[in-house]
């Protein structure tokens, strides 16, 4: 999803500097996911619809064929044949988003059954002009949800978790714990308040990138305010409920998170390549990160920010390869019994039109996955099941164009190509970006300072993730 950037109060200077660097943290957390990438906390879904909104720039609007909701609409022939003619007009397309976004640089593989397409376009290093390559290093934000998910599916099939199960049974000290279930918390329904919206949060992550939190101290602060709707009312994107997991697989697991999640899914899954950081290093060679969600709305490269506020909702580094291989085992659900599989895509309704949100995975009309920003990257990685095709990027930034993720704008254009019944959907935008830090990624993707979900909208959020664009 797209982040959002809410209005500064007015405050004096260093507040004000204080509080915007705080917020580009919290959205960079945050994990575009449910409908254009992953990023940022989202308002809850809308019973009905939500209000009207304004409409995409038009060189990069949606097209009337991406209302369809479910991988069922996806049929043989479903994406077209990479002849010579289509990777013109795909490399065509790229560098025309490219130029209208001013991302640095972008690396795109697709695989169906009769061809590949890895490419990689601009620069992975401003300073140096070295080239984007699809061997780098990425951080991918909420990308990482998809294997906190399966963490916790690989439990549920070794008979130690159960999906309905109130999360107190593992986890002590979730507010009103008895009456969320885990698969509340992968669905994100909790109606928890998400810590990357409280605004101490957003200030210690924008004061300081190479803050270190601890989980309990990631909680805390989404803790101290009272839950913003009852557990199962609707969904919302938030973090807070992948921390909580990440809690949930240390108790049950018995390993550190990293450690669990390289014995249980990064190793099963052959990805030699993926791994959960415990500091603030990213293998070499990885692309420079750069981001704009600062105090003053400058660009800066954000490749040594301490992940740790994103942690299990948001944490993991990975390459191309490794992530065009996961996109299909995670979708397919080659780790996980077919029983297991089966609940996890029991996706639910977000309140964007064409994106449902399941167990760590979104539908966007049809295409199976998730997305991901973090400062300085952004990160996309969808499945088309009948059409048994995969789509993945990986960005060196998450600097928004026009109040969009970038990640989100390739996505569409890609799709509207290589899949034209199956286009990958941005949500509408309500508005502009106001003041640079100030982000929420909505799964509607709107540009919304606030996610409420209470009936009264009194709840304030104004940082976080979503499930179209969601930042982790």
């Known amino acids: 999803m797209t982040k959002t950037r809410r209005p500064r109060p007015a405050a004096t200077r260093s507040a004000a500097r204080s509080a915007g ?10 994990g575009l996911l449910a409908t254009a990438a992953c990023s940022g906390d989202s308002k809850p879904a809308q019973p009905a619809g939500g209000p009207a909104v304004a409409a995409e720039p038009a060189a990069l609007s949606p097209s009337a064929t991406s209302s369809s909701s479910s991988s069922a609409s996806a049929s043989s022939g479903a994406v077209v044949p990479l002849t010579t003619d289509v990777t013109s007009r795909l490399d065509s397309t790229i560098q025309q988003v490219m130029g209208q976004t001013s991302v640095p640089g972008i690396s795109v593989g697709i695989i169906t059954p009769d061809g590949t397409y890895q490419k990689s376009f601009g620069v992975a290093d401003k300073a140096t002009g070295a080239a ?54 992968g669905d994100m329904r909790s109606g928890l308040f998400p810590y990357s919206s409280d605004p101490d949060f957003v ?63 990064f190793t099963p899954a052959s990805l030699a390549k993926t791994s959960f950081p415990v500091d603030a290093t990213i293998p070499d060679p990885h692309s420079h990160g750069y981001t704009n969600q600062t105090p003053t709305g400058a660009v800066e490269d954000a490749t040594d ?62 295409w199976i996955g998730h997305n991901g ?57 309500t508005a502009a970006p106001s003041a640079p830090g100030s982000a929420s990624g909505s799964p509607s993707g709107s540009a919304s300072g606030s996610a409420s979900g209470s009936p009264s909208g009194s709840a304030s959020a104004s940082a976080g993730n979503s499930p179209s664009s969601v930042r982790a």
């Open 21 to 30: 660097r705080a917020a580009a943290a919290a959205l960079a957390l945050t």
């Open 132 to 185: 984007m390559d699809p061997g780098l290093y990425s951080r991918i934000g909420s990308e990482s949800k998809t294997f906190t998910a399966t963490g916790v599916l690989r439990l549920v099939d070794q008979g130690k978790v159960g999906l309905d199960d109130p999360i107190s049974k593992y986890v002590d000290g979730v507010p009103g714990g008895d009456g969320i279930t885990v698969r509340q918390l």
């Open 203 to 265: 200030n210690t992550l924008i004061g300081d990138p190479n803050h270190v939190f601890t989980p309990d101290q990631l909680l805390a602060y989404g803790y101290k305010h009272p839950a913003v709707f009852q557990p199962g009312e609707r969904f919302q994107y938030n973090n807070s409920n992948y921390i909580i997991l990440g809690k949930l697989i240390e108790k049950v697991g018995g390993q550190p998170a990293g450690t669990f999640l390289t014995d249980q899914v």
């Open 305 to 366: 920010w301490n992940p740790s506020w994103a942690w299990t909702a948001g944490a993991v580094i990975t390459t191309l390869a490794d992530l065009e291989s996961w996109a299909k085992t995670m979708a397919t659900g080659a780790l996980v019994q077919p029983a297991t599989q089966a609940e996890r895509l029991k996706t639910l309704p977000t309140g964007d039109p064409g994106v449902t949100y399941g167990f760590g995975l979104f539908n966007n009309n049809g």
């Open 373 to 429: 920003s973090m400062p300085g990257y952004e990160s996309v990685a969808v499945y088309l099941p009948d059409a048994r095709s995969t789509l993945v990027m990986l960005l060196n930034t998450d600097v928004l164009y026009q109040g969009s993720e970038p990640s989100s704008l390739f996505a569409n254009a890609i799709t509207k190509i290589l899949s034209p019944r199956n286009v990958y959907s941005i949500p509408p935008q």
